[in-house]
């Protein structure tokens, strides 16, 4: 059984920049996992950001940028605004039978 | 602009079937490039993956291996919509239920429009 791992939980401050990661129990995590990244605000469904590692959709904020960091998939936030606080999950791809696995999340606060 | 709204019942006795649907605007259900799938969410289990159809020269579905057994997924091209069925539900099926569209903009996954969610509750 894949396991997806993300950070619990990040704090960060009004106009800051943080940076969540996303493992793979498998290893390294490559353009070949194709990450997205999702936010989640209470009550809402998952709002789609980045795909592919870094592809933003028409929708995403500037500040809002996908890469592979240390064997991780990574999203940053600079410039972090308060609306920004939220549930992040990412998404990796592993192919056949097992199809995509999604991250236990990280709840960001912006304090 | 793409648009999923998602429709059944917030309650399902143990051992029932569990039934939604997903009406799409703004795009077919019959699209050559997108797929068409569910999702849900519980505490327990995180995001969950259970399924897609699509179709390409024929309609085709894809189930995860942990609902495979009781799953269908089936496209409704009359009202362009698509439903869930899941049979012999348990409590460990309570959830909340999304739909969402796959654009395939690549060989992986990206799921960019989704639905609002059902809460499924399971629960005699």
């Known amino acids: 059984q894949t396991v997806v791992t993300q950070e619990p939980s990040l704090t960060v401050s009004p106009g800051g920049t943080v940076t969540l990661t996303c493992a793979s129990s498998?290893?390294?995590?490559?353009?070949?996992?194709?990450p997205n990244w999702f936010q989640q605000k209470p009550g809402q469904a998952p709002t789609a950001l980045i795909y592919?590692?870094?592809n933003k959709h028409s929708w995403t904020p500037a500040r809002f940028s996908g890469s592979l960091l240390g064997g991780k998939a990574a999203l940053t936030v600079s410039g972090v605004q308060p609306e920004d606080e939220a549930e992040y999950y990412c998404?990796?791809?592993?192919?056949?039978?097992?199809?995509?696995?999604f991250g236990g999340g990280t709840k960001l606060t912006v304090l | 602009q793409v648009q999923l709204q998602q429709s059944g019942p917030g309650l399902v006795r143990p051992s029932q079937t569990l039934s939604l649907t997903c009406a799409i605007s703004?795009?077919?259900?019959?699209?050559?490039?997108?797929?068409w799938d569910w999702i849900r969410q519980s505490p327990s289990r995180g995001l969950e993956w259970l399924g897609r159809?699509?179709?390409?020269?024929?309609?085709?579905?894809d189930y995860a291996v942990s609902v495979k057994s009781r799953i269908t997924i089936n496209a409704d091209t009359s009202k362009n919509q698509f439903s869930l069925q899941l049979d012999s539900v348990t409590p460990e099926d309570t959830a909340v239920y999304y739909c969402?569209?796959?654009?395939?903009?690549?060989?992986?996954?990206?799921?960019?429009?989704w639905g609002q969610g059902i809460l499924v509750t399971v629960s005699s």
């Open positions: 498998t290893g390294a995590v490559t353009s070949d996992s194709y």
């Open positions: 998404l990796l791809y592993y192919g056949g039978a097992q199809g995509g696995v």
């Open positions: 703004g795009d077919s259900v019959s699209s050559k490039s997108a797929t």
């Open positions: 159809t699509y179709y390409r020269s024929k309609w085709s579905s």
């Open positions: 969402a569209r796959d654009p395939r903009y690549s060989s992986g996954w990206s799921f960019d429009h």
């Open positions: 592919s590692t870094s």
